[in-house]
C-alpha cells in the first residue's frame, strides 16, 4: 500500500508546514489528554483496571486458538458464517464476493481501522459497489477523498471550518449554518436516506466474544446499529486479536477503553451481534457473516512483537505523542499512526518501506506510560530499529559514523585524545560562548545553538585537579 | 556517617558533561563527597553506548558496555549526572546483556548499584544541601528517561527546595519530552525543531530567570533553542544550583 507516497521526511516536513492541520490536531489531542487525565483521575481502580485488561488480552494470546475456535463454534451455532482470511488480499476478496453475491449497489460501512489495513474501501470501489461511511468523521473524510488520520477521530486533521467548507460544496442543500450542531443534522440528514437503502451494512467488531459468537460494536453515534440492523446482510470483518473469552471480558477491556480514547466512562451505544434475524425478532439482518483476518498477526503472535496484539485501538498513544502531535497521522503512511501504528505498519508494510517510523521517536515512554494494556511501545520500536540495522537498511552513512565512534569510544585513551581534539576543534566555530553554524551538524544548527565547549575536557581538568592534590 | 565505612563512588561522567561542560562533573563530585562519599573517576569511561543502542547497533552498545561494567563494578555505587545514561546502564544494558551467560548476572548486579545523582542523594544517602542561596526563579523540566525508567521526580525538586531564596515555577507540560532524544534530533531534525519550539515557548510563558533540568542533553536541546529564539532564560544543570555554582557563566555563556 501507499507505495506512490512521498518519503517520510518530506511527508512530515509538509505537515510542519500546514498551520491548520497543526490547530486542527492541537485542539483534539488537547481535549482527549485532559479528558483522559480527569477520566482516570475519577477512577481510582483504573491501575487495577488496567492491569486485568492486559492479564485478559495476555491469556487471550496465549490461547489464541482455543478461544477462536470457541468463538467460531458458537458463532455458526448463532446462525452467522465465519470466514478466515489469511491476508489482506483474501479479506477484500472475501467480502467483495459476499457483496456481489448480495447483489449490493449500495453498502453501508460503520468505522473499521480494520477495514481500512485490508484495503477494502478500493476494493468496494473496484467491484462498482457504492460505499457509504456512516461514522460523521469517515463521511467527511470519504467526502474529502481522504484517509483516516487517527484511528477513534478520522478527521481529527479537518478543522470544523474545513468540514463547514466541505459539506457546503457536498451536502444538497447545504447546511443552513457552519455550527456544529447544524452541520452535524445535515450528516444526519444525508446519511440517514443510504441507512435505509443499502443492500449490506460493514461494520468492524471491536470485541468478538468467545463463548457467546457474538461481536461487539461500541460508538457514539448510533451508526454502527444502523450500519448493521436494517440491511438483508451484515458482514464484520475483523482481525483475530479481537477475541475475548466472554461477554464479562468484553466489558472488563471496555472500562479502560472508552477512558483511554475519550474520556467518557462508557460509549454511547454498546451493541452486541449476535447471529442473523431469528423468527420472531422485529429487525435484523438475514444473512450474518464474520470475516476474522490473520495479517500479519499470527506472524506476530511468534516473534517479539507479540506484545503488540494487546493493543485495543484506543488511540491513547497518539494523542500523547509528541511526534503525532507535530505531524498527524498522514505523515506516518501506513493505515495506524502514531505510536502503535510505528509498531505494526512495519509488520503490515514491510521494514524497508517503513524504516522511518521506529526511528522516528524521541523514547521518551509516554505513550508506554498511557497504554491501557501496558503495551511497551519503545521496546517494541528499538526491536525495529536492532532488526532494521542488522538487514543494513539503516542509511550508509549512519552505519559508517556509528562504526567509526564505536571503535573510538573502546578505547579510552584514544576517546580521550580524539576528545580533547574535538573540543579545541569546535571552539574555533563559535563566538562568545555559541555555535551558530557547524559543518556535518546543520541537524542542529538549523534550528538552535550549539553552547560552545569550554575548550578543556572534564578528564583534562579533573586529572591536574588530582595531581595537583597529591 | 560515623563507624560506618565511607561508601564509595564511581562517578560516570557522560560524554556530553565530559567535552561541553566539565563543572556539572564538578558539581557531582562535590555534592558526592559532602553527602560522605569517597568519590572516584575511573579513566575507563567514554559514553553509555546510546548513539548506537538507539540505532539498533547492540554489538557495538554491549562491547562498550561490557567494559564500563568490568571498569565500575568494584564501587559500592555507580552515579551519573543523566537520568537518560543512568536509565541505558540499569534497563538497557541488563535487557541487552541477558542472553550472556557471562555477563548477564554482572549486568544486572550493576544495574542494581547504578544511579542517577539527585535520585541517589535523597534516596540513598537522605542527603539534604545546607547554606545554599540563589535569589533567581526558575523551572523545572523533567528529563524523559530519568521520569519514567527511574522515577525521578520528587527528588531533584526536594533538594532545590533547599536552596534558599530560589523560587521554583511549574513548567506547563514539564512532563513532555523537549524534542532532544540524542540521535533523534539530527536526524529528524524538523520534527525535532517543532517539539522544542514549543517547549521554548513554554519556559519563556513561565518568565522564570532560569531552567534547570538533570539532563545535559535535554539542557543543550533547550538552551540552544531559546538562545537561537533570543530569550534571556539562563540554562544549568540542577546539581550545579544544588552545589552553589549556579553563579557563574550558565550553559552557552563564558565567563
Known amino acids: ?470 | 556517617m560515623s563507624g560506618q565505612p565511607q561508601p564509595t563512588v564511581g562517578l560516570f561522567v557522560t560524554c556530553l558533561v565530559d567535552a561541553i561542560r566539565p563543572q556539572i562533573g564538578f558539581a557531582a563530585i562535590q555534592l558526592l563527597e559532602e553527602a560522605g562519599c569517597r568519590v572516584e573517576v575511573p579513566e575507563a569511561q567514554t559514553c553509555c553506548g546510546q548513539p548506537a543502542f538507539n540505532s539498533g547497533d547492540d554489538r557495538d552498545t554491549a562491547r562498550l558496555a561490557r567494559q564500563t561494567i568490568a571498569a565500575f563494578e568494584g564501587f559500592d555505587h555507580v552515579v551519573l549526572p543523566s537520568g537518560s545514561c543512568a536509565a541505558t546502564m540499569v534497563h538497557g544494558w541488563p535487557e541487552l546483556l541477558a542472553g550472556d551467560p557471562d555477563w548477564a548476572a554482572r549486568a544486572k548486579a550493576f544495574a542494581a548499584k547504578t544511579h542517577e545523582i539527585t535520585s541517589f542523594l535523597v534516596d540513598v544517602l537522605g542527603y539534604a544541601p545546607s547554606g545554599r542561596r540563589l535569589a533567581a526563579s526558575a523551572t523545572y523540566h523533567d528529563s524523559c528517561s530519568g521520569l519514567r525508567e527511574l522515577g525521578v521526580a520528587a527528588q531533584p525538586r526536594a533538594l532545590l527546595a533547599h536552596v534558599e531564596a530560589l523560587e521554583m515555577r511549574g513548567l506547563p507540560g514539564n512532563d513532555v519530552c523537549c524534542g532532544f532524544g540524542g540521535t533523534f534530533c539530527v536526524k529528524y531534525s524538523d520534527i525535532s525543531n517543532a517539539i522544542v519550539t514549543e517547549k521554548a515557548e513554554a519556559i519563556e510563558g513561565t518568565g522564570a530567570d532560569l531552567l534547570l533540568a538533570g539532563d545535559l542533553g535535554c539542557l543543550m536541546n533547550m538552551a540552544g533553542k531559546l538562545h537561537r529564539r533570543g530569550a534571556k532564560t539562563r540554562c544549568f544543570h540542577a546539581i550545579e544550583v544544588l552545589a552553589g555554582r549556579a553563579d557563574g557563566p550558565a550553559i552557552g555563556e563564558e565567563a
Open chain 1, 1 to 470: 500500500m501507499n507505495v506512490a507516497l512521498p518519503p517520510f521526511k518530506e511527508r512530515a516536513r509538509a505537515a510542519l508546514a500546514d498551520r491548520t492541520l497543526k490547530l486542527a490536531i492541537d485542539r483534539t489531542t488537547g481535549t482527549a489528554e485532559a479528558k483522559r487525565a480527569a477520566a482516570v483521575a475519577a477512577f481510582p481502580e483504573f491501575d487495577a483496571a488496567r492491569a486485568r485488561g492486559r492479564a485478559i488480552k495476555d491469556h487471550v494470546i496465549a490461547n489464541l486458538g482455543h478461544y477462536l475456535e470457541m468463538f467460531e463454534r458458537n458463532a455458526t451455532a448463532s446462525g452467522a458464517h465465519v470466514h478466515w482470511a489469511v491476508d489482506d488480499a483474501e479479506a477484500r476478496a472475501i467480502v467483495t464476493r459476499l457483496c456481489l453475491d448480495a447483489k449490493a449497489k449500495v453498502v453501508t460501512r460503520s468505522k473499521s481501522m480494520l477495514g481500512e489495513e485490508i484495503g477494502l474501501p478500493h476494493a468496494l470501489a473496484d467491484a462498482g459497489i457504492e460505499r457509504v461511511e456512516t461514522d460523521l468523521a469517515e463521511h467527511i473524510i470519504q467526502l474529502a477523498g481522504e484517509t483516516p488520520s487517527h484511528i477513534i477521530w478520522p478527521a481529527m486533521h479537518r478543522t470544523r471550518e474545513q468540514v463547514a467548507e466541505l459539506f457546503n460544496a457536498s451536502h444538497q442543500p447545504p447546511p443552513e449554518a457552519d455550527d456544529p450542531a447544524t452541520m452535524v443534522q445535515s450528516a444526519r440528514r444525508v446519511l440517514r436516506e443510504k441507512f435505509l437503502g443499502a443492500d449490506v451494512g460493514i461494520s468492524g467488531a471491536n470485541f468478538l466474544v468467545a463463548d457467546t459468537g457474538a461481536t461487539c460494536t461500541v460508538t457514539n453515534e448510533g451508526n454502527a446499529e444502523l450500519t448493521t440492523t436494517p440491511p438483508r446482510v451484515h458482514i464484520v470483518t475483523a482481525g483475530i486479536e479481537k477475541i475475548v473469552p466472554s461477554t464479562a471480558h468484553a466489558m472488563a477491556l471496555l472500562r479502560i477503553l472508552v477512558r483511554s480514547a475519550t474520556g467518557g466512562e462508557l460509549t454511547q451505544y454498546t451493541t452486541f451481534h449476535c447471529g442473523p434475524k431469528r423468527p420472531g425478532d422485529a429487525d435484523g439482518p438475514e444473512e450474518m457473516h464474520i470475516v476474522l483476518v490473520d495479517n500479519g498477526r499470527t506472524k506476530m503472535l511468534a516473534g517479539e512483537f507479540r506484545e503488540m496484539l494487546r493493543c485495543i485501538r484506543c488511540g491513547a498513544c497518539m494523542n500523547h505523542c509528541v511526534v503525532y502531535r507535530q505531524i498527524g497521522g498522514h505523515a506516518y503512511g501506513g493505515t495506524y499512526p502514531g505510536p502503535m501504528g510505528s509498531v505494526l505498519t512495519p509488520v503490515l508494510d514491510g521494514l524497508a518501506a517503513a524504516r522511518d517510523l521506529p526511528n522516528a521517536c524521541t523514547m521518551n515512554g509516554r505513550c508506554a506510560e498511557v497504554c491501557p494494556v501496558g503495551i511497551p511501545i519503545p521496546t517494541l520500536l528499538r526491536a525495529w530499529r536492532r532488526r532494521s540495522w542488522r538487514e543494513r537498511l539503516e542509511p550508509g552513512a549512519l552505519r559508517a559514523g556509528i562504526g567509526l565512534w564505536a571503535q573510538v569510544a573502546y578505547r579510552p585513551a584514544l576517546y580521550r585524545l580524539a576528545s580533547r581534539i574535538g573540543v579545541r576543534a569546535l571552539r574555533a566555530f563559535g563566538r562568545d560562548g555559541w555555535i551558530g553554524s557547524l559543518p556535518l551538524a546543520g541537524g542542529w544548527t538549523a534550528y538552535r545553538d550549539l553552547p560552545r565547549p569550554s575548550g578543556r575536557t572534564f578528564m583534562e581538568q579533573y586529572r591536574d585537579q588530582q595531581k595537583g592534590r597529591k
